[in-house]
């Protein structure tokens, strides 16, 4: 066992090693008479500390694959395990559960909530899992200090840049520590500068917290810093 996987005991309760493993995921959508079939029997195995870019052109179906990945959605087939516990095919009672214990999500458009503070959004995952309010707010205050956002804790998302929503974003998926962060387009949004700054802020936070990443992009040269790729047609 590698040094990442020994310090993650909080995860990896089960021996393969693997984070998350999907095997032969499929999704139609019905929208009336017409049929959209937007996932084939996609395949992914990840393990902790390691990294997984997801590209594909608009509408080949990465968002739903992250979505479904993220118990947001169901499958039609197919088998996804997390920490070796089948996290599809479950009460959505348990998926809520595995998602809020082991999944950090940073959405294609942030959805922040725009009438709480930047401090208050981040805090926000804490104090769904009833952690005291001023411990949360704490917690949130470290980790947008160490991220760049020292000066911003008390602006609304409407009075923050493109770049800094999506940095808060991130804070708020990292907060609750999770083993496994979904990120869909983070820096889809931003000029090239800022993309590559967004993008090496993920990847290095994640490292740091011995998780694993799974990121849609639709830039190939931010995709190779991933140790994995995978392409949906
Ligand atoms: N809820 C839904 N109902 C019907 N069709 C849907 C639904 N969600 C997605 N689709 C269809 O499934 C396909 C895949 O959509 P998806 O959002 O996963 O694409 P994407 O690869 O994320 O695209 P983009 O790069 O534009 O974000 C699309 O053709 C879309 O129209
Ligand atoms: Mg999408």
Redesign the pocket.
Known sequence: MNENLSERKDVLRHSSGKIIEANNIS?K???GRDQ????QKTNLSLKLGESLA?V????????????ILGGL?MSDSGEIHIDGELANNESDYLRTITRNEKIGFVY?FHHLLPEFSAVENVAMPLIIRRVKYSQALKSAKLILSQIGLKNRLNHYPPMLSGGERQRVAIARALITNPCLVLA??PT?NLDSANATDIFNLLLERVKLLDAALIV?T?DSKLARECDQVIS?A
């Open positions: 999704k959508f019905k929208v959209v079939i937007a996932l997801v594909g052109p608009s509408g080949s179906g990465k968002s739903t694959l992250l979505h959605e294609q869909d387009e889809g849609v639709h949906l």
